[in-house]
């Protein structure tokens, strides 16, 4: 039986951990090194660290954030915003990214992923797929880039797809339309892409119950469970989230 793994999230803006709700209505949630410390206490598996204002203010990933916050952890980081070239990807990972998460450079650019898994090895390559719901798609399901702000008109499930044939090797879906309302990841979402690759897929936006961990990998098919609100305001910790997994039956590192 598969592990499932607990990945706390932190969303960074000018050197903060940050939380919203549908990508907007932001507030501060602390240190990020502090965090990154304290959740490599309390068991997480890994790590994201998003740079969320990287790509609309059309700039680099802050890479001294990347160093602090890699310096105070052994658990696997993936780093994404602002994420444009082999280069940037170069430095993210000399930085001390395990992984790094590309998104919006992933779709106007989808040779980057196949280069990036080529020169560094699939493992270290991460597509990130932000969508919101819009019923005149095949799948229900339409592409979002910039941070959520520009709708393309294209249905996300295809490109999931076409992420995995790149050379991806994790796939991470945020539904904006869950985002930071706690109401439980999009299912319905999660599960569209998890038919469609064999890779890892991540179950990410609007944890707020334990069971929306449970619904995500028995209902939505994700093996990598990420959440920022639960973690960060300490409504529950990764342990208990852990320990809830395990007394249903599923798997998780120690």
């Given amino acids: 039986m598969r592990e499932i793994k607990i990945m706390p999230c932190l969303d960074m803006k000018e050197g903060r951990v940050v939380k919203g709700v549908h990508f907007v209505d932001i507030r501060d949630a602390g240190d990020p090194v502090e965090n990154a410390a304290f959740y490599q206490r309390e068991g997480a598996d890994e790590l994201a660290m998003l740079d969320i204002a990287a790509t ?25 915003g602002g994420i444009e ?30 280069e990036a898994a080529k020169r560094f090895g699939s493992e ?43 050379g991806a090797g994790v796939i991470l879906p945020t539904s904006m339309d869950g985002d930071g309302a706690l109401t439980g990841y999009d299912l319905e979402f999660i599960r569209a892409m ?15 119950k334990l069971e929306h961990f449970y619904d995500a990998v028995v209902k939505g098919g994700a093996s990598i469970l990420l959440a920022a609100s639960v973690f960060h305001f300490r409504a529950f910790s990764v342990r208990q989230v852990k320990d809830y997994l395990r007394e249903r039956g599923l798997t998780t590192p120690r």
């Fill in 124 to 166: 270290r390559i991460t597509v990130a797929i932000d969508a919101r719901r819009n019923p005149d798609l095949p799948s229900g399901f339409e592409l979002v880039v910039a941070g959520g702000t520009k709708p393309l008109g294209k249905d996300a499930i295809p490109w999931a797809r076409r992420c995995q044939e790149l």
């Fill in 56 to 80: 609309v203010e059309n700039r680099k990933t802050r890479l001294e954030w990347v160093k602090g916050v890699a310096a105070v952890i052994s658990i696997p980081l993936t780093v994404g």
């Fill in 85 to 114: 070239s082999l280069e940037d990807i170069e430095m993210v990972l000399a930085a001390g990214a395990s992984r790094v998460s590309m998104n919006s450079a992933a779709v106007r650019n989808p040779e980057l992923v196949r």
């Fill in 194 to 208: 998890a038919d469609v690759v064999t890779v890892p897929v991540v179950a990410s936006g609007g944890a707020g």
